[in-house]
């Protein structure tokens, strides 16, 4: 039982250049999310997804995309990096939101965008 | 606007004081809230749940109290450690509203032997 993974750990891109950022969990969670942390901001809710099928926009949602096609893997795309997008982003997992479940994170990926 | 606000970017306390971490919040109706504990270079890790209905949690040197009123956190670390030296971030669970959960900025805690 892995928990939730993340890759790549680090990663540097140039303006304009587009990547996705991975993450997989393995403990058949429904709810998935992804966050950035920048200093002095907390974690900012990127997009977020109920199910398989089905997400949804978060607080920062702008330059970001998602899907969801299986229950495991929830990737964030970044279309056309730009220098605002140098943060850590996590990802997390829960049985759902509410009651007693808990959120578990991923490790995290730093991006440096130039 | 909607604001969650964790007074104390940072706290330092003496070995074996009692820690209280504030967690204030506008315009939301959250449904639970929730503590995590981060440490650097890692992602946090979920501490305490609250629900909207309950008045106080405890969990071995932890406690949570949850004012709906006030729209108030408190949390408590008691005989505190170096090893609780970390961020402390509280976040609202909008369950019952929206499938999201939101977090504080955090405070980052030091315990000084």
């Known amino acids: 039982n892995a928990g939730v993974t993340q890759t790549p750990k680090f990663q540097v891109l140039k303006t304009g250049q587009s990547m996705t950022l991975q993450c997989a969990q393995d403990m058949n969670h429904e709810y998935m999310s992804w966050y950035r942390q920048d200093p002095g901001m907390g974690l900012r809710l990127i997009h977020y997804?109920?199910?398989?099928?089905?997400?949804d926009q978060g607080e920062v949602p702008n330059g970001y995309n998602v899907s969801r096609s299986t229950t495991e893997d929830f990737p964030l795309r970044l279309l056309s990096a730009a220098p605002s997008q140098t943060s850590v982003y996590f990802c997390?997992?829960?049985?759902?939101?509410?009651?007693?479940?808990?959120?578990?994170f991923g490790p995290g990926t730093r991006l440096l965008v130039l | 606007s909607q604001k969650i606000e964790q007074n104390s970017e940072a706290l330092n306390i003496q070995e074996g004081k009692t820690a209280t971490l504030t967690c204030n919040y506008t315009?939301?109706?959250?449904?639970?809230l929730q503590w995590y504990r981060q440490d650097p270079g890692r992602g946090p890790v979920f501490l305490l749940l609250i629900r909207e209905n309950e008045k106080e949690k405890r969990k071995e040197r932890l406690k949570v109290t949850f004012d709906t009123t006030l729209k108030q956190s408190l949390f408590h670390i008691t005989a505190s450690q170096p090893a609780d030296s970390a961020t402390y971030l509280c976040a609202l669970d909008l369950y019952s509203s929206a499938s999201k959960i939101i977090f504080g900025s955090g405070t980052r805690l030091s315990i000084r032997p």
């Open positions: 997390a997992s829960s049985t759902r939101t509410g009651g007693t479940e808990t959120q578990y």
């Open positions: 315009n939301y109706s959250p449904a639970y």
């Open positions: 997804s109920v199910g398989a099928g089905i997400t």
